[in-house]
């Protein structure tokens, strides 16, 4: 298996009110896109067509916290101006998802409201613009325990099962998985930001290759742990 990852050039700056499933149907009109493709766009130009955009009294620490501490529903844990909380969605992260990375100044960006929603409403238009109707991921830039650096997941998912269950399957030496399930669409995110990047302005890419497990999917459902099986909360 070989996967090809192609940006999805052409979408421009995002506002409040933009039509970005359409957007993002026009611009993937000249790639030919296919049902086993994989659409991963970053949640930052979700966030800021559906509104997820604040007004921040100034550009100042205090304004930032305040709406850090707003947006979380629980604070796990406080480093100076870091703050790792629970979001309303389940997730645990930075600053509650607060981010003023590639927001203008003044402002800043709040996750989706809805994150699998808005991945299904993207997979509608593009299959009523184009006939076909690739998987999406929406995707953010998370941090990891015991390990440096920042990875992409996904936080939204629609047209696949973001989890691939091997348990009760064979190894290479015979030996039967017990525990083993993968996050297929926290990989696909991942390899898709190599292409997309922090500062390019590409806010797509377009995964061909991977077949995704069938199903729904839903990151809140199938991807967050539930706090009885959460070891570090």
Same mark, same amino acid.
């Given at each position: 298996?070989?996967?090809?990852?192609?940006?999805?050039?052409?979408?421009?700056?995002?506002? %409040?009110?933009?039509?970005?499933?359409?957007?993002?149907?026009?611009?993937? +009109?000249?790639?030919?896109?296919?049902?086993?493709?994989?659409?991963?766009?970053?949640?930052?130009?979700?966030?800021?067509?559906?509104?997820?955009?604040?007004?921040?009294?100034?550009? @100042?620490? &205090?304004?930032?916290?305040?709406? /850090?501490?707003?947006?979380? /529903?629980?604070?796990?844990?406080?480093?100076?101006?870091?703050?790792?909380?629970?979001?309303?969605?389940?997730?645990?992260?930075?600053?509650?998802?607060?981010?003023?990375?590639?927001?203008?100044? #003044?402002?800043?960006?709040?996750?989706?409201?809805?994150?699998?929603?808005?991945?299904?409403?993207?997979?509608?238009?593009? @299959?009523?613009?184009?006939?076909?109707?690739?998987?999406?991921?929406?995707?953010?830039?998370?941090? +990891?325990?015991?390990?440096?650096?920042?990875?992409?997941?996904?936080? @939204?998912?629609?047209?696949?099962?973001?989890?691939?269950?091997?348990?009760?399957?064979?190894?290479?030496?015979?030996?039967?998985?017990?525990?083993?399930? =993968?996050?297929?669409?926290?990989?696909?995110?991942?390899?898709?930001?190599? =292409?997309? #990047?922090?500062?390019?302005?590409?806010?797509?890419?377009?995964?061909?290759?991977?077949?995704? %497990?069938? #199903?729904?999917?839903? /990151?809140?459902?199938?991807? /967050?742990? %539930?706090?009885?099986? &959460?070891?570090?909360?």
């Amino acid at each position: 298996m070989s996967l090809l990852i192609e940006p999805v050039e052409g979408i421009g700056e995002v506002a %409040p009110g933009d039509d970005l499933a359409s957007m993002l149907a026009e611009a993937l +009109r000249p790639m030919a896109p296919a049902d086993t493709d994989v659409l991963v766009v970053t949640h930052k130009v979700v966030s800021k067509a559906e509104g997820a955009v604040v007004e921040l009294a100034d550009d @100042g620490p &205090d304004a930032h916290r305040a709406l /850090v501490e707003e947006q979380a /529903v629980r604070v796990l844990r406080r480093r100076g101006n870091l703050v790792i909380a629970e979001t309303r969605h389940g997730f645990v992260c930075a600053n509650a998802g607060v981010d003023r990375s590639n927001a203008r100044p #003044g402002t800043a960006v709040l996750l989706p409201e809805d994150p699998d929603r808005s991945a299904r409403r993207i997979r509608d238009r593009i @299959g009523a613009v184009l006939g076909v109707r690739p998987a999406v991921i929406i995707s953010d830039t998370f941090g +990891r325990p015991w390990r440096r650096g920042l990875v992409d997941v996904a936080i @939204g998912v629609a047209g696949m099962h973001p989890i691939q269950d091997l348990r009760g399957t064979p190894d290479s030496y015979g030996r039967i998985l017990d525990v083993t399930e =993968v996050n297929v669409a926290d990989e696909i995110a991942a390899a898709a930001d190599l =292409v997309m #990047g922090k500062a390019s302005g590409l806010c797509a890419a377009l995964v061909r290759g991977f077949v995704p %497990p069938p #199903g729904p999917g839903s /990151v809140a459902q199938d991807v /967050v742990r %539930p706090p009885e099986e &959460d070891l570090f909360r």
